[in-house]
């Protein structure tokens, strides 16, 4: 069962993880600002299955808890990655809120695509995605992956500071 106020999921198993503003200031361009926040503010929560260790792909799902807040002029937003294995795509379905889905491939080609109750977007697998809360209260969305997409975080984190952000 998830909860669609909360986010959270009723379930066996189920792992929660947090990222907070020690975690994720780096990708924020107002370093100033940044350092006038309590970095143990919390950015946002992720409710879901593990991943398995072995085996068939597995079909994943989580929910993802993105609170309202800025850095200087930018939106609270999450840490966003590329799929290693670019013909696997994920699917993103908004339960709460007001935001933005960055999408962005390697040629730079951008898309934004607005996140409001009941919107779904598809994502190809060859676009880095990353989601900023443009809104007053928390967003909350479903995801859903197949386990053996990989997860790149490291070339997305090395572009410039404020260059991938929705400003408020
Ligand atoms: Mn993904």
Do not use: K
Request: glycine share 12%; net charge negative; hydrophobic share 40%.
């Amino acid at each position: 069962m998830i909860d669609f106020a909360s986010g959270v999921i009723d379930g066996p198993g189920i792992v929660t993880a947090r990222r907070t503003l020690a975690d994720l200031g780096g990708l924020f361009a107002d370093q100033a600002a940044l350092a006038a926040l309590d970095p143990n503010i919390v950015v946002y929560e992720t409710h879901g299955y593990p991943e398995p260790e072995s085996g068939s792909p597995a079909l994943l799902a989580a929910t993802t808890v993105l609170y309202p807040g800025r850095v200087g002029g930018e939106a609270f937003m999450t840490r966003g990655h590329f799929h290693v294995d670019p013909t696997r795509g994920e699917s993103c379905f908004t339960l709460r809120g007001s935001g933005v889905l960055l999408l962005r491939d390697r040629s730079g080609a951008e898309q934004r695509i607005a996140m409001e109750p009941g919107s779904l977007a598809m994502i190809e697998g060859r676009f880095a995605h990353r989601v900023a809360n443009v809104g007053d209260e928390p967003l909350v969305f479903l995801v859903t992956w197949l386990s053996d997409c990989g997860h790149d975080y490291a070339e997305v984190a090395a572009w410039p500071r404020g260059s991938w952000s929705v400003g408020v």
